[in-house]
Structures are given as C-alpha cells and as structure tokens.
C-alpha cells in the first residue's frame, strides 16, 4: 500500500491527460465498432458473445426464439415472389362516407379522410363501375363524369342527372347511398334499389356477352356493380344487428362469385362470424384462406391468434408458466402470436389500448399502421369478449416483437418487412393521427454504456489538459478517501463490537 502511495503521488499531469486520451480513444473504438455490429447485424456484439459463450460457461441456458412453423420456409418464398412491397388495398370494411365519415367530420370537425385516400377511391369507382360502352347510355356516361368529381355535391347532383335519364341506373343508387345517405338504414334503401337495377342489367349482359369483346367488357362492369352492391347490402345487415343474415349474404356471394376472391369478402365473414362466437366456422373459413399461396393480412394473422390463445388464455398465468413452463398449447398459442406481431407490429397497441383509434381509411396498407387501425377497429370488441386474451397478447407481444428480425431486410416467417410503409401511412391516415413507425428498436444497454464511457473519458481529458493541477488535486482527494474507507472498513472488520462481547 505504501508503494502504491508513492507511485500515485509522483504522477505528473501529463500522465493523467495520456490515460484519459486513450482510454476515451479506446472507449471511441469499442462504440464505433458496436454500432456498426448493431446496424448490419441488429444485435450487440458484446451482448451477444455473452449470450452465446460466457453464459453457457457460468451456467445459463439460452432462450431460443421459437422455430419457424413448417410452412414459414415457402410462404416466405412465395410472398417475395408474388407480394409487391407497397401495394395499397381497399379496405375490406371500409365505412360509409354519408353515414360515418361525414357524421365523424360534423361532430369533432375533423377530416377522417385524406385526398390521397379519396382520390384512390375515385381511381378504383372508375375502374369498377365504367367501361367503354358507357357511351351508349346517356345514364352511364354522366356517372363517369361523377366518379370524377371532386366534390361531393357535384358527384351527388351528377347522379340525380343520371336517374333523370334513367330510372335503373344502378350506379347512381350507388353514389346516393354511399354520400348522400346519412344513416345506415337510408343507405341500405338505396343499395336495395340498386340491387334491384343491377341484376336485371346483369342478365342483359350475360345474355350478350358473347357478341364481342365490348360486350364482355359490358358484363365485367356489370358484374363489379352486382357484387359491390351485395357486399356493401350484407354489411348493413350486419351494422343493424342483423348479423346471421349478412353472413348468408356474404357466403352466397363468394359461392356466387368465386373467383373474385381478390375481394377480401372473407374478411368481412370472419368478423360477422366472431361477432356470433361461431368460433368453429371461424376456423373452417382460415383453414381455406390461411394458405401459403394467398397474400396475408393482419385480420387472417391475428385472427388465427386469437383463437389459439381462446384455448388456454382463461387460465393462463405469467407467473405459473414461467416455473412450470409452456404446455404444448400455450407454445401454439404464443407463436401464433409471435407470426402476427412479425406481420404486422402495429396491431398489439390498438389492441391493449396503448394508443388510440382512428376511423379506418377507405385503403389499407398491408402490414402498415393504417391495416392496424382498420383491424383493431373492428376486432378489438372480439378479443374483448374471450377472457384472458388480451392478458396472454400482453405478456407475450413485447418478447415476440424484440425477436423480430432486425434490419428490416431480413424476415423468419413471412417477407422482409417494407421499409417504405411510414410514408405511404402518412397519406393514408389524417394529419392529427400519430402515424406508427416500425420496425423500432431500441439500442442494446452496451451503445449507450460505451457512448457514455467514451464521452466521460473525452470529457476528462479536456479537464485535465486545461487544468492539470486542479485534476491532480483530485485525484489524489479521491484517493485518499478510497483508502480511508478502506481503512475504516479493515477496522470494523478486525475489532470485535460490543454486541459480541
């Protein structure tokens, strides 16, 4: 001890300013390296040497992440051939823009719809409901000039014209009951009616379609208007509690239309579906559409979740699991749940209340905030209903999240993640909605432990290059009361205390 004294009291400054360069230099290095490990790798590397070579050593054992489900490896495959990175859908459950959008816009006078999002609709009325023979009826050809209309009234007013020409003009029903209706029980009067003029439209069609190419583009056009009149007819039977009929309509549709199965009308099935606890139809529907062949979507993903988790969500417990471990059911049921958070990790918040909901967008982006929004909006009353769910996606969401792929290039079970999704939101989601952005790490514990270190050491060796003898005052204070609390503590350990006299 005494050379030691020594030693520390013949130090110069300027030994003290070339310890603190190079060890904030060497603190520098280590910091540089880790970020670059980090960005590249999405891991730590000094965390990682610890998990994978000293833990094992000291007696630990490793948490793997879960494997992949059998099908991962060719779902995986198929969607990076088939699946665009960005490609925006119409929203299966989309709302009414006279009975919801705009009674939302007359309460909290806010626009729930952006202009890109409504001028993605007039794009996709355009293509569905006009063809090249709309010029041999009068009727038709003012309907194509509403589609484009940007003003609502102007679009309104169009179809009055429209049914002035033409009583049967089933496209003009349509306008009427999507804006101007204001309740849902007018806008099913409306689709009613348009009902009535589609189909007998329809058979004219498909009794000439075969006369030539004009014809067949004819029946195509007439075909969208049939099947988006029964759909948006089954979805107000559903909104006015008449659930069991919306989901005959709905599967009468498909059986009718099979092949318009790009549609998405399963999704509108599978919540009508939950919203009678058939639970078993629910199951039979994602066993023909949860298929490695078709696009995911948040409703499939989390939907197959929830019904896992229905299995043992009632009497699970963070704590009885984590002593007695997983049973094979709970381990369906948390990687169900892992499959859907690597889908799309936006979901859980909305889900558990963390953030709060906004009317869905008439479009979706698959995998992105406002698929989210458009899920949680109709489905968080199911998860609701079944006891213990939203417990079980509580405890597991955070850990399943954490053991998603990181950078966004790579993926386990499904597609690298889009990294373009954060701006295409922004268009989609009105400007008062605090759009999502994910996937979002946060950085291991050792970037900020070496970013500090090597900040302080920096910060040491400027102190001590500007005032040198200040610094040497210092250290040698705080020497001296290191050894003193040495002392101290070798005497109290040594002399017996009156206790134990």
Known sequence: LLTVTVFLSTLTPKFYFALTVTSSFISGLIFVFEWWHFRKYGTSFIEQVSVSHLRPLIGGVENSPPAPAAFSVGENETNRQNMPECKVWRNPLNLFRGAEYSRYMWVTGKEPLTYYDMNLSAQDHQNFFTCDTDALRPSDTVMQKAWRERNPQARIKAAYQALELNNDCATAYVLLAEEEATTIVDAEKYFKQALKAGEMIYRKSQNCH?????????LRRDTNVLVYVKRRLAMCARKLGRIREAVKMMRDLMKEFPLLSMLNIHENL???????????DVQAVLAKYDDISLPKSAAICYTAALLKARAVSERFSPETASKRG???????????IHRAVEFNPHVPKYLLEMKSLVLPPEHILKRGDSEAVAYAFFHLQHWKRIEGALNLLHCTWEGTFRMIPYPLEKGHLFYPYPSCTETADRELLPTFHEVSVYPQKELPFFIHFTA????????????????????????????????TKKEKLHRQLLLPTDSTL
């Open 326 to 336: 997983l049973s094979t059911a709970e381990i369906n049921a948390v990687e169900a």
């Open 270 to 280: 599978l919540e009508a579906l939950l919203e009678l606890q058939a639970y078993a």
């Open 452 to 483: 500090g270190l090597c900040s302080f050491s920096a910060m040491l060796a400027l102190l001590t290059h500007q005032f040198p003898e200040l610094m040497v005052i210092f250290a040698k204070a705080a020497h001296c009361l290191t050894s």
């Open 210 to 218: 075969s006369q030539s190419p004009q014809h067949e583009a004819q």
